[in-house]
């Protein structure tokens, strides 16, 4: 059974850190483009970054570029988002997401609230 698992959310000051962790398990991780992706209370969700499996290019939403880090480890099979320089409007539901076998998966996301 496919599992995503994230953890690492929390409070936080503008302009602090936090960094985002993501557990797979059940699929060949290291074959699959990973995403982090955020979502606020009555908003779509937004995606945030991907880091292609490979090479392990990345892709960032230009609002974080330069203050989000994707990254992976393939030999743990382990996601991370390293988050710098938060502010406010960052504050949402962070999940990881693949496409695996024809659908989309996602965990169940782990708050982040940037907040003074």
């Known amino acids: 059974e496919v599992h995503l698992v994230e953890s690492g959310g929390g409070l936080v000051q503008p302009g602090g850190s936090l960094r985002l962790s993501c557990a797979a398990s059940?699929?060949?991780?290291?074959?699959?483009?990973m995403n982090w992706v955020r979502q606020t209370p009555g908003k779509a969700p937004e995606w945030v970054s991907t880091?292609?499996?490979?090479?392990?290019?990345?892709h960032y939403l230009d609002s974080v570029k330069g203050r989000f880090t994707i990254s992976r480890d393939n030999t743990k099979s382990m996601l991370y988002l390293q988050m710098n320089n938060l502010r406010p409007e960052d504050t949402a539901l962070y999940y990881c997401?693949?496409?695996?076998?024809?659908?989309?998966?996602r965990g169940q996301g782990t708050q982040v609230t940037v907040s003074s």
């Open positions: 997401s693949t496409d695996y076998n024809l659908r989309t998966l």
């Open positions: 880091i292609e499996a490979g090479y392990g290019n990345t």
């Open positions: 059940g699929f060949p991780f290291g074959n699959y483009d």
